[in-house]
């Protein structure tokens, strides 16, 4: 073991931030206001998502860190790394051998199950902040449900582009009381939130945590005939041959070349492993770099 | 006939000072009311108090609701108030800034009423807004832009648009024609003459220019220093007026 407490915070803090999860997930998608800490990362880099993290891993817990889904990248690697050293828990990269996921910006495409827990990194958990700056205005809309304000940004959207051009960060409308900044997730992982996983989400900076419980009603807002579009990239995985999981677009050289790849690096690799290939894929290898 | 709205000894103090007191009138439907007086002398604070923005100390203001019940909309619960401040009440700032969110289009402007008591088709929203722009003698090709990109009166008539458009029974307007040009405050009152007409609404307009509530208001009350000095017929007070402070209001005005 190492010479932190288990996991980094103080048990204190810990039962602090479990009491505003609890209150999270009893009202959900209200944002609970929680004392953050000073964490060993900029804000900015996911020290609420670390907390809730912190505050939710028991020592039978395996641990898996996405970044825009990918486990290899700074952010994931980075976090992945400290909780192995504070909290010495078992890390995965393979979303359904996790029990806790800490993820930013994406939620993995395998469907989670009511053992596992998702965390979001929140950077603004406010919804209706860049539309009404006062957080005192802000929350009173919350408390009366004026939401009207939601829609016109959804209405400045189709005014100035002719289709809701909003692609991450898509407001939702939670059990049908709650407006919820789902964290910059694309709008394509908007509809796997009604899941049946537990999912939380922090906001180190901003200090607020909020929840969704399983199989909660998670709406995307819209209007009548501008209905909500998961969209992707109209493409399949060039490696793998997937055409119903998230794309990100890779630029390749500067004569004009790209490829489209899954995000999510585990369901990317697992389907290399089970024999598929991508247009411009090669078969899977053992331990290839 | 009932009033649509019953003001019974309002009073409103900041610390020891007065803000107004014992303010009573009646509003009837379809009529305009003017509240005159100088800067200070507490016609803003009795219309914040009547639109609900401050607290008075004392006092009662009913309103007639849709269901005619008279209800206190000093004691109703906030999401009541605010309820009846997106539907049947609007209030026109004197600087279109404060009534309007700058950084939203002119359409979306007007909208955001219809979308916060539950519109939800695009289409229907566009073509309402850009309706109300029509009425305002704003153009239809100008619905995209921002109020930034406007006149100082297209932006005051944009923001009548976007309180009418949801219909309203009763409006608050403080100092409409302010820090307008005259040829501008001129088709502005104009505008809002046949708007008042046409809608049938009832109107609470503060001011300190008298040739705006010569135009627009069927009744006059004079405040000064937080008291009611006189009320009247707007020609009556205005031709004949009673109090020394009245008299002092009207032979201000400079003549051309």
């Known amino acids: 073991m190492s010479d932190y407490n288990f996991a980094y915070l103080d048990e204190q803090t810990k039962r602090m931030i479990r ?82 996921i800490q993820t930013r910006h994406r939620i993995p495409e395998d469907e989670l199950r009511e053992d596992q827990i998702l965390v979001y990194q929140v950077p603004i958990p406010e919804p209706l902040r860049f ?83 399983p199989y909660c009603q998670v709406v995307s807002l819209d209007f009548d005939d501008f209905p909500f579009e998961a969209s992707k990239a109209d493409h399949a995985c060039d490696m793998c041959g997937a055409t119903d999981s998230y794309l990100d677009e890779v630029i390749m050289d500067d004569a004009g070349n790209r490829m489209f790849v899954c995000s999510d690096t585990d369901y990317c690799a697992s389907r290399r492993k089970a024999g598929h290939v991508g247009a411009q894929g090669t078969p899977f290898e053992e331990d290839a770099a | 006939m009932t009033p649509l709205l019953q003001v019974q000894n309002i009073s409103k103090f900041y610390g020891h000072r ?19 007086g100088e800067s200070g ?32 909309t000093v004691t109703m619960s906030e999401p009541e ?40 088709h695009y289409g229907n929203i566009r073509a309402e807004a850009v309706d109300w722009l029509g009425r305002v003698e704003i153009s239809e090709e100008r619905v995209d832009d921002r109020p930034t990109q406007f006149s100082g009166g297209m932006q005051q008539r944009l923001q009548i648009a976007r309180n009418l458009v949801t219909g309203p029974r009763l409006v608050f307007m403080d100092e409409p024609t302010g820090g307008l040009d005259v040829s501008v405050q001129a088709r502005l009152l104009d505008l809002l003459r046949g708007l008042v007409r046409e809608m049938g609404l009832s109107a609470i307009i503060v001011t300190h220019d008298l040739a705006v509530v010569r135009l627009l208001a069927d009744r006059l009350m004079v405040m000064k220093d937080g008291h009611v000095v006189e009320t009247g017929l707007t020609d009556q007070v205005l031709d004949d007026p009673q109090h020394a402070y009245t008299q002092l209001l009207v032979s201000s005005v400079l003549q051309v």
Request: proline letters at 5%; one cysteine or more.
């Open chain 2, 41 to 72: 002398s507490g016609k803003s604070t009795l219309l914040n108090c009547l639109a609900g923005f401050l607290t008075p100390e004392t006092g009662e203001v009913r309103f007639e609701m849709r269901d005619g019940e008279m209800r206190d």
């Open chain 2, 18 to 36: 007065i803000g107004c007191q014992d303010v009573n009138f009646d509003l009837y439907p379809g009529e305009v009311m003017g509240i005159v």
């Open chain 1, 131 to 213: 539309l009404e700056p006062s957080e005192v205005e802000t929350r009173k809309m919350h408390s009366l449900e004026e939401y009207g304000l939601m829609h016109v940004k959804l209405y400045e959207d189709i005014a100035k582009h002719g289709a809701i051009a909003t692609s991450y960060a898509y407001p939702v409308k939670v059990e049908g009381r709650y407006v919820m900044d789902p964290s910059p997730i694309p709008k394509f992982d908007n509809p796997k939130m009604e899941m049946a996983g537990i999912q939380l989400f922090g906001a180190g900076r901003e200090q607020r945590i909020y929840a969704l419980p």
């Open chain 1, 19 to 100: 009491r505003a999860i609890l209150k999270g997930l009893a009202i959900p998608g209200y944002q609970v206001p929680f004392a953050s800490r000073e964490m060993p990362m900029p804000y900015g880099w996911g020290t609420g998502g670390v907390q809730v993290s912190a505050a939710t891993l028991t020592p039978d817990d395996t641990f898996k860190v996405i970044d825009q889904g990918a486990d290899d990248t700074t952010n994931a690697v980075s976090i992945r790394k400290f909780f192995e050293k504070t909290a010495g828990v078992a890390t995965t990269e393979e979303t359904s051998a996790a029990s806790v």
């Open chain 2, 81 to 120: 108030r605010r309820m009846l401040s997106r539907t049947d009440w609007a209030f026109v700032h004197q600087h279109a800034r404060d009534g309007l969110r700058m950084n939203v289009s002119a359409g979306g402007n007007v909208g955001e009423r219809l979308m916060a008591v539950g519109a939800r």
